[in-house]
């Protein structure tokens, strides 16, 4: 992320200022194009109203000439542009101009009033000093007005001409900047790749020197390219692949001989197990021998089928650990797998006078489990709380839905599990019984997890150990 913000950060950078610079390029083109396009609007419709006037004037003039009196219309004509150019007239020299064209034409309106008759002698007289006063005091400044307008029409050309040169101009600088920020930038961010690639380099060689002498080293020169360096990534990429093949075989090893030391412990167990049955019953057989006739009683024949029956849980112990059944799952009601669970232990508890009592929440919890196994990890459970109470107590056994599993409880009110016990509690050979394996809980453990849940214990405040078993919930 860091690597990536180091060459993004000058190209974004440098693409900002590009961008405002050409914003404010095309912001201050607009602005003069609009104050030209206002000055030349305003000056050609001045010249229009200018052009129009004086079109009148030359029309009078002619009709003047030509000893027409009846000019009426014309004059009525000559007002309304009149009023039209002062409208347009916003220079101080439109507005003199304005002002004597008002005051020509006044002075000519009074000179025109006072022409005679055709019949009189000064008629002729009267109308040449009329259209002299016309041609001097409204034509000349008409003529004024319309050139002032041409001249700034000319001038606005020429400031629009001057103001496209120097965008052209900065134009042509953004673009010159442009460039030289582009080549800039790219050196840039060329030199910060190279150095991030040479870092790469140097990290991928350490690694490399960690992993294995024989993986190939990646050499980052001027004249090579980026095809290269990916072909050494992916010999490199190899190498890993198959070291991490090697370390996960030999962890897969490492297990295996765990595995092994741990049935071997298991196998010593087992033999010490089955060494003291094999004993009392040798002895008893070796006493009928000595005897010369079958001299066992019945308690030595009771004898025999305890230790015989010894010897089978043992073995059988040490089948299920070494040799895990295969799950069945299926539907199954746990409220009836727990009475079937009760059922099974009431006699020993009855003859213990422990009292046994099942909690349970008033809907049906269904469980996919094997049955047979769960029904072996809660037996289990309950006979390990039967031990803690050889003199009588009181076992709870419950069950109640979460959201997302089901948690079934064991506790009772012995005197809880040792401080020394606890830690080591659901490891092989972990007991404290004299005559057992410590694979029990290991076993229970086991299935749990196969179903998809966990198991623990924990000591009360009020005494006693408590087990609790999560099961993933059907939904």
């Not at 009148?56 to 009525?76: F, M, Q, R, T």
């Not at 000093?129 to 050309?157: A, D, H, W």
């Not at 629009?160 to 134009?171: C, K, N, Q, S, T």
Request: charge should be negative; charged fraction near 25%; aromatic fraction near 4%.
């Amino acid at each position: 992320m860091v690597v990536r913000l180091r060459f993004l950060l000058p190209a974004a950078a440098g693409t900002v200022v590009l961008t405002a610079l050409c914003i404010i390029t095309a912001l201050f083109l607009f602005q003069q194009q609009s104050v030209m396009t206002s000055i030349l609007r305003e000056s050609v419709t001045s010249r229009k109203a200018a052009v129009e006037l004086e079109a009148s004037l030359y029309e009078i003039s002619a009709l003047l000439h030509d000893n027409v009196d009846d000019v009426s219309a014309l004059h009525d004509r000559l007002n309304e542009h009149l009023v039209r150019l002062r409208t347009v007239a916003d220079q101080p020299e439109e507005k003199e101009a304005a002002r004597a064209l008002d005051e020509g034409l006044a002075k000519y309106l009074h000179f025109f009033e006072e022409i005679p008759d055709h019949d009189a002698a000064n008629h002729d007289e009267a109308v040449a000093t009329s259209l002299r006063v016309l041609e001097k005091y409204v034509m000349r400044p008409c003529q004024e007005f319309r050139l002032y307008n041409g001249r700034r029409i000319e001038q606005s050309t020429i400031q629009h001409e001057a103001v496209l040169a120097r965008l052209a101009w900065g134009l042509t600088g953004i673009g010159v900047l442009g460039g030289v920020a582009g080549l800039v930038l790219g050196f840039g961010l060329t030199r910060a790749l190279g150095q991030s690639i040479r870092r790469l380099q140097v990290r991928i060689r350490d690694a490399a020197g960690k992993l294995g002498p024989n993986l190939p080293e990646i050499i980052w020169t001027d004249v090579g390219n980026f095809s290269e360096v990916h072909a050494e990534l992916d010999q490199l990429t190899s190498g890993i692949e198959r070291v991490l093949r090697d370390l996960r075989q030999r962890e897969l090893e490492v297990l295996r001989s765990e595995q092994l030391a741990a049935v071997g412990q298991l196998a010593a167990s087992v033999a010490h197990e089955i060494r003291n049955p094999l004993t009392a019953i040798k002895m008893l057989v070796q006493s009928g021998q000595e005897a010369g006739h079958s001299s066992l009683t019945s308690e030595d024949m009771r004898v025999i089928e305890t230790e015989i029956r010894r010897m089978e849980s043992s073995i059988r112990t040490f089948l299920d650990f070494t040799r895990p059944p295969k799950l069945e799952r299926r539907a199954v009601q746990l409220q009836n797998l727990l009475q079937e669970v009760f059922d099974l232990v009431r006699g020993r508890a009855e003859k213990q006078k422990v009292e046994m009592q099942l909690t349970l929440d008033d809907e049906q919890i269904v469980l996919i489990a094997d049955a047979e196994q769960l029904r072996q990890v809660l037996v289990n459970l309950v006979l390990n709380s039967l031990d803690a109470l050889p003199r009588g107590g009181t076992i709870v056994v419950s069950a109640k839905t979460m959201p997302d599993h089901v948690e079934i409880g064991v506790t009772d009110s012995g005197t809880g599990i040792a401080a020394n016990m606890l830690p080591t509690l659901f490891q092989p050979f972990s007991s404290n019984k004299e005559t057992g394996l410590g694979m029990g809980l290991v076993i229970s453990k086991r299935i749990v997890e196969d179903h998809g849940g966990s198991i623990e214990a924990e000591n009360l405040e009020t005494g006693g150990a408590a087990f609790r078993v999560r099961l993933p919930r059907e939904k």
